[in-house]
Nanobody
């Protein structure tokens, strides 16, 4: 079983930045996929960005050019750098994990989910 712990959420003004972190623990294996989803009140859950241990990344169109996903493989931490935030980015952000680097991308089902971290963008 893999545990995921997110951190870094908070409140920020429009145009600001935040950096989320997701630490994975447990038996991850050597090749896996991690990513970020988000869900705003009253809206469907949305895949934001994914990255596997090969370094392949995928981004939702809504965040391309503003968000950057990266990883510290040694520490099994996934990051999401979010710039130029707008109120439309307000949501609960969830970290996800698959123990297979090929099961990775925006339209993939994920086996493990974190508890989420809240991001609020408001003036």
């Amino acid at each position: 079983q893999v545990q995921l712990v997110e951190s870094g959420g908070g409140s920020v003004q429009p145009g600001g930045s935040l950096k989320l972190s997701c630490a994975a623990s447990g038996n991850t294996g050597r090749r896996y996929c991690m990513g970020w989803f988000r869900q705003a009140p009253g809206k469907e859950r949305e895949a934001v960005a994914t990255m596997n241990t090969d370094g392949t990344t995928k981004y939702a169109d809504s965040v391309k050019g503003r968000f950057t996903v990266s990883q510290d493989r040694g520490k099994k931490i996934l990051f999401l750098q979010m710039n130029s935030l707008s109120p439309e980015d307000t949501a609960m952000y969830y970290c996800v994990f698959n123990a297979d680097s090929f099961r990775c991308g925006l339209g993939i089902q994920y086996d493990q989910w974190g508890q989420g971290t809240q991001v609020t963008v408001s003036s």
